[in-house]
Each structure stands twice: as C-alpha cells, then as structure tokens.
C-alpha cells in the first residue's frame, strides 16, 4: 500500500486537535451525565476511533456497545437506505444513551437511528460526533455534542473512510482529485 499522506490534498484537523477537542466534550459529557449511568453506542465502522479516544478521555468507568447499519456503501454519497447489520448487545429500555459517531454529513443515518433507539424506551438518547456538515442544518436533528464544525468536502481519516481506506489515518483531511480517478 502506498504511503496515505501522499493521497491528501489538505488537512483539516490534526491528531493534536482531534484529541484535545474530545478531551473538552469528554469533560462535558462527565458534567452532564454526573450520578447517572450512561451506554456509549457507537456506529461502525466509522466512530471506532472517536469510541477509542472519547471513552479514554473519561475519568471513570462506561459500558460501550456498537450497532452496524448501511447507509453509504462505498461510494461518497448516501443511498437513502438504512438497514441494520448489527444490533445493540444491550437492552438500552430505561438507559441513558449517547450515540458516538464519527460523522454527521446529510444526518440520515443519526435520525434514523435514534429515531430506532428512540423506540426502544431508553431513558434518553443524545448525540456526540466528531464532525458535522452544513447539510445536516436542513434536517431537524438535536446534537448535543460536536467536536468541529466543517466545510462540505468529503473527508477521510480518523476513522472516516474513502472505499474502506484511509480510517487509519491519524488527521482528518481531504484526498487528492486524482485518487477518486
Ligand atoms: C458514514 C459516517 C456516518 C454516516 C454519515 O458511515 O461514518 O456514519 O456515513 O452520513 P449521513 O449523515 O449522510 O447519513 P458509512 O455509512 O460510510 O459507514 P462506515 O462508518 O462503516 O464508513
Ligand atoms: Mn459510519
Ligand atoms: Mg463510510
């Protein structure tokens, strides 16, 4: 495999600014949730890296749990289509939950989801991503917790990925026109 780097065109946010914008939302969320139990629900595969480094940044102890939907495909753009591949381990009635993600672009996967979450009978359901488009003003979604706000260019890295490539990534950044060639 070729050296990533070469492939990006610019990078957005560094591994350093990543890491010390989950340490502040992790202080909040540890604020915020104080004396109640909260189930951090990822969304793979994209948020594995935000999973990793936001529960680190906690200062105690949370259960995690991971749900596998399908959206995108390969390609950059969502299909509409939302199907679950792997449901929550944990029965979330009653629980507090706070949905992990690496990315909300259009917001059709996270309204899909908590709406799904939702049904459940948890005892509530907030939102933390990474990054955030300015196509997700036009759906009425709440997100309590947002690292960045960003420009609407597909991104890769952290986690986020160009046909699966690219999650290893340390930043976060845009790829050369010629690789999409
Ligand atoms: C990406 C990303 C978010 C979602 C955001 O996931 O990780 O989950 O798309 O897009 P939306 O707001 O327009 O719905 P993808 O479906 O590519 O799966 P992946 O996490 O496995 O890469
Ligand atoms: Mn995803
Ligand atoms: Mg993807």
């Known amino acids: 495999a070729a050296d990533m780097g070469a492939d990006l065109k610019e990078v957005l946010l560094t591994e350093e600014q990543i890491l010390g914008r989950l340490q502040e939302l992790a202080e909040q969320i540890w604020a915020d949730y104080a004396g109640k139990d909260v189930l951090l629900v990822g969304v793979l595969k994209g948020a594995v890296m935000v999973m990793a480094d936001l529960m680190r940044a906690l200062p105690g102890s949370v259960p995690m749990d991971w749900m596998a939907v399908s959206s995108y495909g390969s390609g950059t753009k969502s299909s ?72 609407n260019e597909f991104v890769v890295g952290y986690g986020l990925d160009y046909d699966e490539r690219y999650r290893n990534l340390r930043c976060v950044g845009t790829l050369a026109p010629a690789v999409y060639a």
């Open 80 to 151: 509409g289509v939302v199907r679950i591949l792997k449901d929550l381990d944990t029965d979330i009635g009653g629980r507090h939950v706070l949905i992990v993600e690496d990315i909300i672009d259009s917001g059709l996967t996270l309204s899909w989801i908590r709406a799904n979450l939702e049904s459940r009978h948890p005892a509530s359901v907030e939102i933390c991503t990474l990054l955030r488009k300015p196509e997700v003003a036009k759906v009425d979604i709440d997100v309590r917790y947002v690292g960045f706000d960003i420009p």
